[in-house]
Antibody, heavy 120, light 106 residues
Framework: QVQLQESGPGLVEPSQTLSLTCTVS??????????WSWIRHHPGKGLEWIGY???????YYNPSLKSRVIISVDTSKNQFSLKLSSVTAADTAVYYC????????????WGQGTLVTVSS | YELTQPPSVSVSPGQTARITCSGD??????GYWYQQKPGQAPVLVIY???ERPSGIPERFSGSSSGTTVTLTISGVQAEDEADYYC??????????FGGGTKLTVL
């Protein structure tokens, strides 16, 4: 059974870069045709897709965040990461990493989520 | 590109709840449904319009017609009270979520 776990700072100062890592267990991040994604949930609002990585390195980003987002992979550690630059209070959210069922067919595996607060 | 859901739906226990999701690309793209309870990660309850992942109760079903996909929960139980989100993709393969529907079990 695939398991995902987010890690990273819970507090980031405005204008700085938010950095999170998702550690994958129970399966190799470099095998299969899977989409590895970052999704966030703003307090009291809906889910927002940030971007995904597939084929061990190809990426696709939400157009509204594209200029600030980088998703990368470290296959040696079975991890993938999120960097979101120039953060503001509007980036305060619970951040999830997730994996689909295959061929971009719905996110079945999710991490528990990590709250990131942007504040000075 | 947007997916439009009703903000809220209310039903009594044992009744049928239907939650709709509308989007222009839905005739060409699959719809997916997630259940999210407070403090928990979302759970995929329907994929590819009408497929149910293992472990999801049979009372959850999905359908698609034109620009609308629908999540149906038959015989609603108190434990089904949650937020429900539809998800799909636009023509450029960007993932999109609906705004969410709060299901209240009266």
């Amino acid at each position: 059974q695939v398991q995902l776990q987010e890690s990273g700072p819970g507090l980031v100062e405005p204008s700085q870069t938010l950095s999170l890592t998702c550690t994958v267990s129970g399966g190799s991040i470099s095998s299969g045709s899977y989409y590895w994604s970052w999704i966030r949930h703003h307090p009291g609002k809906g889910l927002e897709w940030i971007g995904y990585m597939y084929n061990s390195g190809s990426t696709y980003y939400n157009p509204s965040l594209k200029s600030r987002v980088i998703i990368s992979v470290d296959t040696s550690k079975n991890q993938f990461s999120l960097k979101l630059s120039s953060v503001t209070a509007a980036d305060t959210a619970v951040y999830y990493c997730a994996r689909d069922l295959g061929d971009n067919s719905g996110y079945y595996f999710w991490g528990q989520g990590t709250l990131v607060t942007v504040s000075s | 590109y947007e997916l439009t859901q009703p903000p809220s739906v209310s039903v009594s226990p044992g009744q049928t709840a239907r939650i709709t999701c509308s989007g222009d690309a839905l005739p060409k793209k699959y719809g997916y449904w997630y259940q999210q309870k407070p403090g928990q990660a979302p759970v995929l309850v329907i994929y590819k319009d009408n497929e149910r992942p293992s472990g999801i109760p049979e009372r959850f079903s999905g359908s698609s017609s034109g620009t609308t996909v629908t999540l149906t929960i038959s015989g609603v139980q108190a434990e089904d009270e949650a937020d429900y989100y539809c998800q799909s993709a636009d023509t450029s393969a960007h993932v999109v979520f609906g705004g969410g529907t709060k299901l209240t079990v009266l």
